[in-house]
């Protein structure tokens, strides 16, 4: 698919997500995700719309978020925090402060302790959609105390993590939630700023490797939903670290763009299955992301 093409796709589907077409499920908060990146790369209001007025149908004037029933189960309001928090910050609409602040009620508990590899691997999709959340509302509207605990929690989680043999689907998980909370934390907490960077160098090194001696992701895609979502979100991942400073530009930015370039001839379009659904929009993320490297 050529870019021109993906971008005709992420317009459709911000207006499929828009339509509200589809029952409620936890991959309305990976498209809110997609769309607020997008309209952070290149500005186009559309996509803005597409996450305010979405979010300003569930959200009520004193906070309440109104999620319907029927959607799968295991949805947790918090996992829309960071499109909550983008509504915030582009409108100044008191809802959305209220809402964040209720949400953090809950989310601000961030586990604590060892854990074993599967509760590692299993916890990576919430790690996901909600570390980002907790970063940047503690930087922003918080007291600055949270970041000593997602670092925490991260450490605990690689080790209990074998990298060398992880899924695709659960390393572009793990690298997309170090890259995007790194982009939340406040650098002046540098102990644990550079805790999640030192972890987003190691797997981002382990994912090279792996795309250029096993994987094949060079020059075979990958053909089912969960790994060409994971490897969307690690091309995803690795641009952004980049953009961050994070990641050695020479070494990461052309490879990860490559890949990313392969996965377009293969972009899921109309898929109703939850994993089809979070690979397109993984792969949006990835679209916004290669359009920042492009204007810098």
Known sequence: MRLIDLNVFAEKSAREFAAGRSAPS????????AFAALY??????????TVLSWLEKRVSRDGKIDLPM????????????????????????????????????TAGN????????????????????LMPFRAEYDARLGTKQLARFIAARFLSCRKALTLESLPLPILGLYLSALSDTLEKMEIQLYEHYRALADLLTEAAGLALRRWEAQSGLLDAPPQNAPALGGCALTAYA???????????????????????????????????????????????????????????
């Open 110 to 129: 961030i586990p604590s302790g060892q854990i074993d590899e599967s509760t590692a691997a299993f916890s990576m999709e919430e790690a996901f959609l």
């Open 238 to 296: 690795l641009m952004k670290g980049v953009r961050l400073g994070a990641l050695d530009e020479e070494k990461y930015l052309k490879k990860a763009q490559l890949a990313f370039g392969r996965l377009m001839d293969i972009l899921p379009d109309g898929a109703d299955d939850p994993q089809g659904k979070k690979a397109k929009y993984a792969c949006l993320m990835a679209l916004a992301e290669e359009g920042r490297a492009q204007k810098e």
């Open 26 to 33: 936890l991959t309305d908060a990976w498209a809110l995700r």
């Open 40 to 49: 952070q790369a290149d500005g186009k209001p559309q996509f803005r719309e």
């Open 70 to 105: 029927g959607d799968g189960g295991g949805y947790k309001k918090e996992a829309l925090g960071a499109a909550i928090l983008f509504a915030d910050r582009e409108t100044q609409d008191a809802r959305y402060r209220l809402a964040a602040d209720q949400l953090m009620e």
